[in-house]
């Protein structure tokens, strides 16, 4: 038997081998829900706009939430014979409610029907993600705050470089993580448009009303033009972008908890509860999470640039290809947010070994600007010779064994007599992040007053979000 939904013109079975590249049902089964609201929305405006009668679209909604609600129970049979998300519901819908689905088609085809689907999917993803980012932000702003003061090395080159604080390392990934909040807002503010009702291609006779479904989805308008609404899938490509920069950023960060975690740094310690043991070294704890996190960024990265790849000199308009960017994202944005969720267990789990990070901020002269600062300040030495005399100290430190702060004075005046006992004041990591008071610097108050500002922004975000909640509603299922 040929396909029930579009075989009129056929008279054999496809082979198995076509059948098995061409359905989709294995992964676009997540975008039921979606599907389901589309159709709804759809059918509604079919029957306000008198191009089917209204006892039809209540009898298909009324279908279409009992096919929600089967596949929610895990009742749902898919079918591979019927390819995708969309001809399995549609034949269910037909099976459930008789002739009246034949007609929810009206004015639209697979191509509108599944860009307005994934458009829906990412823009969930978006809203899911978002959260998760904030909730990730908030985590390390309170450690931040918590440990505003505790000194630890900041390192360039992975070289200890200067002082800084366990606080500002922190903040440092706020940073980074409100940029992709935005990242992901601007991707979502390009996405919500509404391609539904571009048919297959070039729009429809039918005198349909595509601002009533746009707004229906919650979506701010339709596109405007019916070949790109079909063919677009830059919102997936952008998303997936903004994915693989904050999975770039989680990565750097989770390659430092693996690092922190080792016997030779000690800076953290994580609980039980995010180390593995190792089946033959029973002294182990292994930071398999963050090991993780640092792995994924390779799978949405790649989810990005295989979509570039599928999309790359692509005729207008839609091409099955394009059915080839599902699998992508599904991967991708899922695995994004488990990223996201690991890396904020661990930021709440993780406890900072205090006396270790104090004893390697310390270590390896790295007061030493410090010093050459002084010398400028003080003694009025230019930079340069500053920075000269500076090295030949660490070189007599170094030659005697000696933290700078210890070095006998007669030792310093001898390498440069303008040296005075003042010195001493700030050679210690605490007077040295005390001192980077510059906008930005990591001085314990800068770190404190960030720190509260990010909280009370987030705080501030959530309270104006539940406001616009409160006084909306969400339109895709009523
Ligand atoms: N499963 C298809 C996809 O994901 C749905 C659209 C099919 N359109 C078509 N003209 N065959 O792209």
Not at 329 to 354: F, I, K, Q, Y
Request: aromatic share 6%.
């Amino acid at each position: 038997m040929s396909n029930r939904m579009w075989g009129g013109r056929f008279s054999e079975r496809p082979d198995a081998v076509m059948e098995e590249i061409n359905a989709s049902i294995d992964f676009d089964k997540a975008l039921a829900e979606q599907d389901i609201a589309g159709s709804k929305a759809h059918a509604r405006m079919l029957a306000a706009q008198g191009i089917i009668a209204s006892e039809d679209a209540e009898r298909i909604v009324a279908g279409l939430d009992a096919i929600a609600a089967e596949i929610r129970d895990g009742r749902f049979a898919f079918s591979r014979a019927l390819e995708d998300i969309h001809m399995n519901i549609e034949s269910r819908l037909q099976a459930l409610i008789g002739e009246p689905a034949g007609r929810l088609h009206t004015a639209r085809s697979r191509n509108d029907q599944v860009a307005t689907d994934f458009r829906l999917y990412v823009r969930d993803a978006i809203d899911e993600i978002d959260g998760q980012i904030e909730r990730l932000m908030q985590a390390l702003a309170e450690k931040a705050l918590r440990h505003a003061d505790a000194v630890m090395p900041g390192f360039t080159h992975l070289q200890s470089a200067q002082p800084i604080t366990f606080g500002h390392h922190l903040l440092a990934y706020v940073e980074m993580l409100a940029r992709d909040r935005g990242r992901f807002a601007d991707a979502r503010r390009r996405l919500n448009e509404s391609p539904l009702g571009s048919a297959a291609l070039a729009g429809t006779a039918f005198p349909i009303d595509r601002q009533a479904t746009a707004a229906a989805l919650g979506f701010d308008r339709p596109t405007a033009n019916s070949l790109d609404g079909v063919s677009d899938r830059d919102f997936a490509l952008e998303t997936l972008s903004a994915a693989s920069i904050c999975a770039v950023h989680l990565s750097r960060f989770a390659e430092e908890i693996v690092l922190w975690c080792t016997a030779q740094f000690e800076f953290v310690r994580l609980s039980d509860r995010f180390t593995t043991g190792s089946s033959i070294m029973p002294q182990k704890r292994n930071p398999d999470a963050a090991e993780l996190v640092r792995a994924k960024a390779g799978r949405i990265i790649g989810a990005l640039q295989a979509l570039l790849i599928v999309m790359k000199g692509l005729p207008l308009a839609y091409s099955k290809d394009m059915q080839e960017d599902k699998e992508q994202v599904l991967d991708a944005l899922p695995s994004l947010s488990l990223s996201l969720a690991a890396t904020t267990g661990m930021v709440l789990d993780m406890e900072p070994n205090l006396p270790a990070l104090r004893a390697a901020a310390g270590a390896a002269y790295s007061t030493a600007t410090d010093l050459a600062d002084w010398l400028v300040r003080e003694a009025g030495l230019p930079f340069r010779e500053a920075h000269h005399v500076t090295g030949r100290i660490v070189a007599e430190a170094a030659r005697l064994g000696s933290p700078l702060e210890e070095m006998p004075l007669a030792a310093m005046q001898m390498i440069h007599p303008a040296i005075t006992v003042e010195v001493y004041n700030v050679l210690s990591v605490d007077a040295s992040v005390r001192s980077r008071t510059s906008e930005g610097g990591t001085s314990p108050d800068n770190v404190r007053r960030e720190a509260r500002r990010w909280l009370e922004r987030i705080e501030a975000g959530r309270r104006s979000q539940e406001r616009h909640l409160d006084g909306g509603h969400d339109k895709r299922d009523s």
